[in-house]
Nanobody, 123 residues
Framework: QVQLVESGGGLVQAGDSLRLSCVAS????????MGWFRQAPGKEREFVAA????????YYADSVKGRFTISRDNAKNTVYLQMNSLKPEDTAVYYC????????????????WGQGTQVTVSS
C-alpha cells in the first residue's frame, strides 16, 4: 500500500505560480512512476504530467507544456509540480498518483491516489 498526501494548493491570480508537493509513504518510492492529474468542476479527470521512476522521462499535457514542470526527489519520497503562468482554466483539484514501475497518461493504470489539493486561479 502507498499513501500519497498532496499539499501546496491555494488561491492565486492569473500569471502567478504555485508548487504542489506529494509525499509518498508505505512502499519503495523509487519503484513507482508518478503522475499529476486534475479535475475541474463538471469535467472529467485529466492528465497533467508524469515522471518515470528515475526522473529521466517526463510527460506533459499539451495544455501545460512550457508552464508546468514535474520533478521528484526519491530521497524525500516526494514528487513536485511547479506551475507557472497560471491561468483561470487551470482551476481544479490536483491529484498525484503512483504506478508501479511505469508512468504515463492513462489514469486507470495508476494504482494509488492522493486526496487532492485545490488550485483556484482568479482572473
Amino acid at each position: 500500500q502507498v499513501q500519497l498526501v498532496e499539499s501546496g494548493g491555494g488561491l492565486v491570480q492569473a500569471g502567478d505560480s504555485l508548487r504542489l508537493s506529494c509525499v509518498a509513504s508505505g512502499r519503495t518510492f523509487s519503484n513507482y512512476g508518478m503522475g499529476w492529474f486534475r479535475q475541474a468542476p463538471g469535467k472529467e479527470r485529466e492528465f497533467v504530467a508524469a515522471i518515470s521512476r528515475s526522473g529521466g522521462n517526463l510527460y506533459y499535457a499539451d495544455s501545460v507544456k512550457g508552464r508546468f514542470t514535474i520533478s521528484r526527489d526519491n530521497a524525500k519520497n516526494t514528487v513536485y509540480l511547479q506551475m507557472n503562468s497560471l491561468k483561470p482554466e487551470d482551476t481544479a483539484v490536483y491529484y498525484c498518483a503512483a504506478r508501479l514501475y511505469n508512468s504515463g497518461q492513462l489514469d486507470y493504470r495508476y494504482n494509488y491516489w492522493g486526496q487532492g489539493t485545490q488550485v483556484t486561479v482568479s482572473s
